[in-house]
């Protein structure tokens, strides 16, 4: 398989710098398939959905749908993404689960959720550039498009709100990728090359990215922050607010979150998801 090796490579890189993403190339066992994990009544999708309560009291299915997509969204850019970005091969999920790992969050240590996937390489490389975002975009959304028509029917929330929620992680899995890669422009680009496609459901004139810059008595801090095209909803759940990146903030009050963000995070790496108002 050419580029074989670079595909194992970038997986290998991603499991080592996102512990919160499962991948594999291979052994199916344990394993469903896409169709079959998100299927009517699954027990794959209910248990998914059921592990949204963990992050908020007070939710319906609407709240627990927006929350699954962007759950969801945000590991299978990464996933997707890391491939891509190193090696220019669009993967395909082969297969899928939902399993525990433990986390570390504040020296602290705990079971916490995640998708693993089984992904499976084309035998070329499809390139960096138009040829492979539109074979990149072709893919994610094939991917996502009868996900969400299920979420839909099982929990009411929007097509077109769910899709946002998609461009969300996908853009925002893309930037902690180019940033830990040292390639943050070069990802950004590839990013909006693939969501801002004419006609797409991905397509958003909300979803940007924008660079936040502070003062300090040591200098300027500096930070890229994918702004959201869509809403968690986590605001309507109960002591739930407004994430800072939110698409329902006004621009400056976003401005101003983020840059009290930057300031509590000065010499800190984190990722562009840490500004939401719960964890990923």
Do not use: N
Request: charged letters at 25%; proline letters at 3%.
């Amino acid at each position: 398989m050419r580029e074989s090796g670079g595909f194992a490579a970038s997986i290998d890189w991603l499991t080592a710098a996102f512990p919160e993403v499962g991948c594999s190339l291979e052994g199916p066992m344990g394993f469903a398939a896409t169709a079959a994990f998100w299927a009517e009544g699954s027990t794959g999708m209910e248990a998914c959905l059921a592990y949204q309560d963990r992050f908020a009291s007070g939710m319906d299915d609407k709240i627990r749908a927006a929350h699954l997509i962007a759950f969801y969204c945000h590991p299978l850019g990464l996933a997707m993404g890391a491939v891509y970005l190193a090696t220019g091969l669009v993967p395909r999920i082969a297969g899928l689960r939902f399993e525990t790992y433990p986390r570390i969050d504040g020296g602290r240590s705990f079971e916490a959720g995640r998708f693993h996937f089984l992904l499976d390489a084309p035998s070329a490389a499809a390139g960096k550039g138009e040829e492979g975002e539109q074979q990149f975009h072709d893919g994610f959304v094939l991917h996502m498009k009868s996900i969400i028509a299920l979420i839909k029917r099982r929990c009411g929330l929007s097509a077109r709100a769910q899709w946002r929620l998609a461009t969300d992680g996908l853009a925002g899995a893309f930037l902690e990728i180019g940033r830990l890669r040292g390639e943050q422009a070069v990802a950004i680009e590839r990013a909006l090359a693939i969501v801002k496609r004419a006609g797409s459901p991905l397509a958003s004139r909300d979803l940007r990215y924008e660079e936040i810059s502070v003062e300090t008595p040591g200098g300027a801090l500096c930070r890229t922050y994918r702004m959201r095209s869509g809403c968690c909803l986590y605001y309507r759940t109960e002591g739930g607010d407004f994430c800072d990146t939110c698409v329902l903030l006004r621009t400056e009050t976003r401005r101003e979150r983020l840059k009290a963000h930057l300031l509590e995070t000065e010499g800190k790496s984190v990722g562009c998801e840490v500004v939401d108002c719960h964890p990923r």
